[in-house]
């Protein structure tokens, strides 16, 4: 069956978020222009949300009301007598001259408004219920549309909320939707589609498919989120460099501390262009991300206070923070060099890469790996990340805020056993990308299969615990 597309007029005062919900609810951050200037949308742009490819809700950004209670001066001027019908007069208006230059704007609104099925009314309920917003909903009233009003800044300590659900209450509009444009709640998104669909039930259909397609669709962004993180922990775990020589450590640590960098650099640019969102919308003191890198050092005994993860055992001391170091000295007597011969000779039944280093390993060679405090801290910063960007709407002109509270999900992250499937991960580099001539074999992809599922099921409980607070 095919769905009929239902048009929207999204309308209010000036700068009071029309064009900000458009970009919350397409993910558009290029949608349309955001700005503090008055006035700043002048002509009606339109944008659509896509279901399957089709163009199931159309979306119509209006300039602001700037001059309402003019205009219902002029349209009860027009009015005849109280027989007339007020569409007959919006018409009459818009026929007339003063629809082409004093009340250019609010005409272009009402002419929208009458070729579209509903209205989004936004209000800013920082502002006081004054005059214009009361004539604004009276001409509203006359237009013959169902009209959901939106309560945009609800979560503003100068929110008036309250006032101004009792007054909509007072002029008879009942489906009121609280909706915070730069702070996304699935929830609400998911309220304002429904309020839409108790007005106009012949929508019911399009609507249902619009609720379906938006669970839908945030299921399949968790879902490759946290699939592009445990790409990133595998890489990491499994990573190691051997070094030759103890007068060689120093560069290989540095090599290694930037190879992971850089790695976990791809991590975050993948997730933000996931998102749909760009580097710049960030700071290093609040995400802390400048052009996609973290202002926090990876390395740094700070991070790990930050993140509350403990020190691992294992870590290495002085300057190798962050690093585990495994060696086996050399100076083998000659009956211990015979003794490795026959050793080698026997591992030839063993794997090639296990049996090299251990061949390594018997030479005095150094390895150099990530420890289990970083791979932690790995996890929770991206794990953070996600989360922002979730919540994050695409009007959004402030800077990110990370959320500093723990969640039960990512508990296990801070203590002192990783996720199995890592330790394996670790045992096997030739999982790991960042390896020379590696990555592509049938265990890294259920190694990474099975990490991905781990996570996702952090989000899975955390969504539960948002809906029920």
């Known amino acids: 069956m095919k769905l009929a597309p239902l048009k929207v007029a999204v309308v209010g005062h000036t700068n009071t978020g029309k064009t900000s919900l458009l970009r919350t609810l397409t993910r558009d951050i290029s949608f349309g222009e955001v700005s503090n200037r008055p006035a700043t949308t002048r002509h009606v742009e339109g944008t659509a949300l ?157 609507l249902d498919a619009v609720i379906a397609d938006r669970v839908r669709l945030r299921a399949n962004l968790v879902r490759a989120s946290v699939d592009l993180l445990a790409d990133l922990l595998i890489d990491v ?63 740094s005994p700070e991070s790990l206070k930050q993140f509350g993860v403990r020190a691992s055992s294992a870590a290495a001391v002085g300057g190798t923070t962050g690093l585990a170091v495994d060696a086996m000295t050399g100076g083998l007597s000659l009956g211990a060099a015979a003794a490795l011969g026959a050793t080698l000779g026997a591992l030839a039944s063993f794997s090639h890469s296990h049996g090299k280093r251990l061949k390594d390993r018997f030479k005095g060679f150094t390895e150099l790996r990530i420890d289990d405090g970083t791979l932690r801290i790995l996890a929770l910063r991206q794990l953070d990340l996600i989360r922002a960007l979730l919540q994050r709407g695409h009007a959004s002109q402030e800077k990110i805020q990370l959320n500093a509270r723990a969640l039960e999900a990512d508990k296990k992250w801070k203590g002192w056993r990783l996720p199995e499937v890592l330790n394996k991960a670790k045992a096997n580099p030739g999982w790991s990308r960042l390896n020379e001539g590696t990555g592509s074999t049938t265990g890294r992809l259920a190694a990474k299969d099975k990490l991905t599922k781990i996570l996702e099921a952090g989000f899975t409980e955390g969504s539960s615990a948002t809906k029920n607070s």
């Open 50 to 206: 896509l279901i399957n490819g089709a163009p199931l809700v159309e979306l119509y950004d209006t300039p602001g009301l700037e001059d309402s209670i003019g205009l219902l001066e002029h349209l009860e001027s027009l009015r005849q007598d109280r027989h007339t019908d007020w569409i007959e007069v919006i018409q009459q208006f818009l026929a007339g001259p003063l629809a082409h230059n004093r009340f250019e704007q609010e005409a272009k609104v009402l002419r929208q408004i009458l070729a579209d099925d509903v209205v989004l009314y936004v209000i800013d309920v920082r502002d006081r219920v004054l005059g214009k917003h009361r004539d604004e909903l009276e001409i509203l009233g006359r237009t013959a549309k169902p009209v959901v009003p939106v309560l945009n800044f609800v979560a503003s300590p100068e929110a008036k909320t309250q006032r101004w659900r009792e007054h909509l209450a007072r002029v008879n509009m009942h489906a009121v939707v609280e909706f915070d444009f730069v702070v996304v709640n699935e929830y609400g998104e998911k309220q304002l589609f429904e309020k839409i669909r108790t007005l106009l039930d012949r929508f019911r259909p399009t």
């Open 237 to 299: 775990a499994g990573y190691l460099v051997i070094v030759p020589a103890d007068d060689q450590q120093a560069a290989a640590i540095e090599q290694l501390r930037e190879v992971v960098r850089k790695r976990e650099l791809q991590c975050v640019q993948a997730l933000l262009e996931l998102h749909r969102f760009r580097s710049d919308d960030y700071t290093a003191q609040e995400l802390p991300i400048v052009d996609g890198y973290w202002g926090l050092d990876l390395f």
